[in-house]
Nanobody
Framework: QVQLVESGGGLVQAGGSLRLSCAAS??????MGWFRQAPGEEREFVAA????????AYADSAKGRFTISRDNVKNTVSLQMKSLKPEDTAVYYC??????????????????WGQGTQVTVSS
């Protein structure tokens, strides 16, 4: 079982940057991902990273603006977000895929979730 706690969310103006962090405890040698859910919308994939960090995957909306990384010594996963847009406003969730060896991009592959952190981008 993995316990995940997100931090770093907040209010930022369009064009600004934020760095989200996810602190993991318990067994953490799994692929990790970030998802987001905007009001009235379904939760969607944002980015994922393999256990070793060599492989990553991004949603089209995140490519070129977001960067996922991990520090396996500190057991943290980060999402650096730049050039933020109002449509990036959502609750962002960190997740771990304990049964996957790849870089999963669908929710059903993740079985451990954090509580989420709110990101609000003002226009």
């Amino acid at each position: 079982q993995v316990q995940l706690v997100e931090s770093g969310g907040g209010l930022v103006q369009a064009g600004g940057s934020l760095r989200l962090s996810c602190a993991a405890s318990g067994r953490t040698n799994y692929p990790m991902g970030w998802f987001r859910q905007a009001p009235g919308e379904e939760r969607e994939f944002v980015a994922a990273i393999s256990w070793g960090g060599a492989s990553t995957a991004y949603a089209d909306s995140a490519k070129g603006r977001f960067t996922i990384s991990r520090d396996n010594v500190k057991n943290t996963v980060s999402l650096q977000m730049k050039s933020l847009k109002p449509e990036d406003t959502a609750v962002y969730y960190c997740a771990a895929a304990s049964k996957s060896r790849a870089v999963p991009t669908t929710q059903r592959d993740y079985d451990n979730w954090g509580q989420g952190t709110q990101v609000t981008v003002s226009s």
